[in-house]
């Protein structure tokens, strides 16, 4: 007796009782870019007239310029994120570092400028250090500061303001301060039951290799994606925000700088990209600038959901505020001083 075997049903179709197999209607990646396709040509002499303005060819001619300029840094640093999180052992660090929580802060904080990583990769290894007995303080330091003071990042800030080379030294400082202050702070005052260890470790099976390249795969998306969004944002604010309200906002010290604090939160910007946005407002003081700089690679949008995933929503709650608002006062007083 033959026994007959049915076939699976390729994806994307759905079994009938009554018939054959019949596709099942799903909006593709595919279906969506010919779609979009199709609406240019059929709109191509709107669309041409639109982007033959004035105001369009400047919001362009922005959004080109800071992608450009970013996108090698940011690649470099999310390829470089990528080895320390595959190959280098949080065990290395949790050695190198010393016993007395309050010198391992410093010590912490200063390996990120050494250690290059965005802020997808810092929230993990920090996660990690924790994991394999690094005091919370000092895993905390090196969180805020490897996105912050890593060699890629300093080197894309000073291309960003070649004729401002003191703003380099500025963001060094003041984000390492910042670090350390924050390291020591909760040393002072955190409690266990707001930091929830993680449990497991942030890249799975599959080799080195292919934990490398999901790791590269990620950031890139990620990375990209808001520095895509980022330009949009500078290039907008450049082309179609009233010259007046800019400068209204630009004028007063105080709003200018809570303005960037609040920008660099939502915008979200990855480190390795952030200086060229912050650039390109030049309507902005570079002491309002460089609390943008200082404030987004330590606290946004991604960095809090990323920190309440790893860490707690306890945690995330207390950190963030408290990072934000000293961020903000060391970058002025350092603004003050260096600028």
Same mark, same amino acid.
């Given at each position: ?77 999310? +390829? ?13 660090? /949790? @050695?190198? +570092?010393?016993?007395? $929580? ?28 924790? @994991?394999?007995?690094?005091? $919370?303080?000092?895993?905390? /330091? ?26 380099? +030294? ?17 040393? @002072? ?10 449990? @497991? ?39 179609? /925000? ?19 604090? &609040? ?15 912050? /650039? ?44 934000? &608002? ?5 970058? &002025? ?7």
């Amino acid at each position: 007796m033959a026994i007959t075997r049915a076939a699976p049903h390729e994806e994307g179709t759905e079994l009938s009782a009554s018939g054959p197999p019949r596709e099942s209607r799903r909006l593709t990646s595919p279906l969506v870019l010919t779609l979009i396709l199709l609406v240019s040509m059929l709109l191509q002499g709107p669309l041409r007239r639109a982007l033959s303005a004035p105001v369009m060819q400047s919001w362009t001619t922005v959004f080109v310029a800071v992608v450009v300029q970013a996108l090698p840094f940011l690649v470099l640093g999310v +390829l470089l994120s990528a080895v320390i999180a595959v190959h280098v052992p949080p065990s290395f660090f /949790a @050695r190198a +570092l010393p016993r007395r $929580p309050s010198l391992a802060v410093p010590v912490a904080g200063a390996a990120g400028a050494v250690l290059p990583g965005c802020e997808c990769a810092s929230v993990p290894v920090a996660g990690a250090l924790v @994991r394999r007995g690094v005091p $919370p303080a000092a895993a905390l /330091a090196f969180l805020l500061s490897a996105p912050a003071i890593n060699p890629i990042v300093l080197t894309a800030t000073a291309v960003a303001f070649p004729g401002d080379p003191e703003m380099v +030294l500025a963001r060094f400082v003041a984000s390492l301060l910042v670090a350390c202050a924050m390291g020591w702070l909760w040393q @002072r005052l955190g409690r266990a039951d707001w930091l929830r260890p993680p449990t @497991r470790a942030p890249h799975g099976g599959g080799g080195r290799g292919a934990a490398f390249w999901g790791s590269v795969r990620h950031d890139v998306m990620h990375a990209g994606g808001f520095l895509v969004v980022g330009a949009m944002a500078a290039a907008t604010l450049k082309a179609f /925000a009233p010259e007046s309200w800019l400068r209204t906002a630009a004028d007063n010290p105080v709003v200018a700088v809570l303005a960037l604090a &609040v920008l660099a939160v939502v915008l979200s910007i990855c480190s390795e990209a952030d200086a060229f946005v912050a /650039a390109s407002l030049t309507q902005f003081s570079l002491t309002a600038r460089l609390t943008f700089l200082v404030v987004g690679p330590m606290i946004d949008l991604k960095l809090f959901a990323m920190q309440a995933g790893t860490f707690g929503r306890a945690f995330a709650l207390r950190f963030a505020p408290a990072t934000f &608002v000293l961020a903000v006062a060391v970058s &002025v007083l350092t603004g003050a001083v260096l600028l």
